[in-house]
């Protein structure tokens, strides 16, 4: 019979269960978050594939690099920690919508012990023996839906720290691709510098026969030294840039500072990339770019926190039962069962404002979660904004520096010859040699400025992941290992 009462309490339950209150969430539309239909800055529209952007520059060892500190990282360690974390999360809050059951067994024996002589047990008496088994279940109906709400917002949460690691992913093979053109930049620097080193030597050489022979005071001498000096001074300061930017690599890959530093040695050229990249049009970053959907998932979970305060307000129905059994031995423990149902509703009649405040406090959650939800769209736009000029400015500067450099190299190699033939002065070949050294420079960071625009505008589409892909998801962790799961690669 009380089995029969419990179903129908909960039959009629069923109906009520399917009113849940608070809003139901639905993304913003572009409009909302002010998204414009084109970029400001001209670029190609069509769609790129951004996946595994860094393979674009065509250098081997940059893609060993990245694909090494995207298994390796502890930045990405931590996002899959956290991944984890909001699993588990997920997994309570579901728990909120099923009964909670638990059982319990005991066994007595009582010896009734009627005589004694001399320390010793004459007659044992009669021995009392009590088998008991319990089972009690306890279910609070999620009447209003706030444990639903719950779930929505514990999911939505979950499928946020997701996107939160794909864009730990993809921000960590942009600086692994940042350190490394830097590394690339110090070589060709230093190789620049340690050229003009070699120039100067000569014209120092030449500048001490023709003081010796009396042509010139040692005043040419002087200044070709200096020149020299200076020149010199800057190559430390090159290779603790190079150094720098090694030590950063290996930390990036999860490695002490100095262990790529010998795979890095080796001189490559600064990595150049393609000529430009496909944008789309603005409205793509709200599925393109980790960091926006993240956000968005943040303000679905935000909103779904309103029905779980809401929720709190209305009345809160639970319902329990039990069943036990108590017999002398185990074979009649089913002869006689005994069970009770019961059901209580609570309301909360006064709590001073509690409750409507903690909804008031959720809705302006929810606000704050829209407006950094709309910030992180707009800052995503302005970073592919920034980008493409950057790319832009990079290449008209490399344009620009490598006539510079022509030019110099022209006016340096006439500098010297006629230096050596007396017909112009220590002053102007000084110069020359200055001039070349600046545009050669100059050329060289100008290439340097163009892949890390390129880097920055690929980032800022949001490349190094799978945007197809659903938020990626961790699974838990197996008795006894310790070991964080891998990432799931771009």
């Known amino acids: 019979m009380a089995r029969s009462h419990f179903a129908l309490v909960c039959a009629l339950l069923l109906p009520l269960e399917a009113c849940t209150v608070g809003p139901d969430y639905r993304p913003p539309a572009a409009a909302a978050l002010a998204v414009p239909d084109s970029y400001s800055t001209p670029a190609p529209s069509a769609a790129a594939d951004t996946r595994r952007w860094w393979t674009n520059f065509n250098d081997p060892q940059l893609d060993a690099i990245v694909d090494l500190a995207l298994k390796q990282n502890l930045d990405i360690a931590q996002a899959v920690s956290r991944l984890r974390q909001a699993r588990e999360s997920l997994v309570q809050s579901r728990a909120a ?24 047990i004459t007659n044992a008496g009669i021995v009392n023996e009590n088998y008991a088994l319990a089972a009690d279940v306890a279910y609070t109906a999620d009447i ?44 060709a620097n230093v190789a620049i510098a340690r050229n003009s080193l070699t120039i100067q030597d000569d014209n120092l050489e030449i500048a001490g026969f023709r003081v010796q022979a009396g042509l010139v005071s040692s005043l ?69 770019r980790p960091d926006v959907r993240a956000a968005e998932r943040t303000l679905a979970a935000a909103t779904a926190q309103i029905g779980v305060a809401k929720a709190q307000l209305l009345p809160q129905l639970t319902l329990s039962g039990s069943i036990s059994s108590n017999a002398a031995s185990i074979n009649a423990l089913t002869d006689i069962i005994t069970g009770r149902v019961f059901g209580s509703l609570a309301q909360t009649i006064f709590d001073a404002g509690r409750n409507r405040a903690v909804v008031r406090s959720r809705r302006a959650a929810a606000e704050q979660a829209f407006a950094a939800y ?9 970073d592919v904004e920034n980008g493409l000029t950057a790319l832009a400015t990079a290449q008209a500067r490399q344009r620009e520096f490598a006539v510079a450099a022509e030019a ?7 500098a010297r010859s006629q230096y050596r033939a007396g017909l112009t002065d220590i002053t102007t070949l000084n110069t020359a ?58």
């Open 97 to 120: 919508l099923f009964p909670s059951v638990s059982a319990s067994g005991s066994y007595s024996r009582n010896i009734n012990i009627r005589g004694q002589t001399f320390g010793q």
């Open 144 to 187: 209003f839906g706030g444990n639903r709400r719950g779930v929505q917002s514990a999911r939505a949460s979950y499928e946020s720290s997701g996107f939160s690691l794909a864009q730990v992913q993809a921000s960590i093979a942009a600086e692994v691709a940042r350190n490394y053109i830097l590394a690339r930049t110090a070589q």
């Open 220 to 288: 040419d001498a002087e200044q070709s030294r200096a020149q020299r000096a200076q020149t010199a001074a800057n190559v430390p300061s090159l290779e603790q840039q190079f150094q720098q930017a090694a030590n950063r690599i290996g930390v990036l890959t999860g490695q002490a500072p100095g262990a790529l530093k010998a795979d890095l040695e080796a001189r490559a050229p600064i990595p150049q990339g393609p000529d430009s990249v496909p944008v789309g049009v603005p409205a793509d970053i709200l599925r393109l």
């Open 374 to 382: 709309k910030a992180t769209v707009l800052t995503a736009l302005e």
């Open 408 to 414: 110099s190299n022209n006016a340096a190699l006439l």
């Open 433 to 490: 040699e200055s001039s070349l050294l600046s545009a050669q420079s100059g050329l060289s960071s100008a290439r340097s400025d163009q892949a890390q625009a390129l880097v920055q505008l690929y980032l800022a589409l949001g490349g190094g992941w799978d945007s197809a892909a659903p938020a990626p998801t961790a699974e838990p962790l197996k008795q006894g290992d310790g070991q964080p799961p891998r990432a799931p690669a771009p």
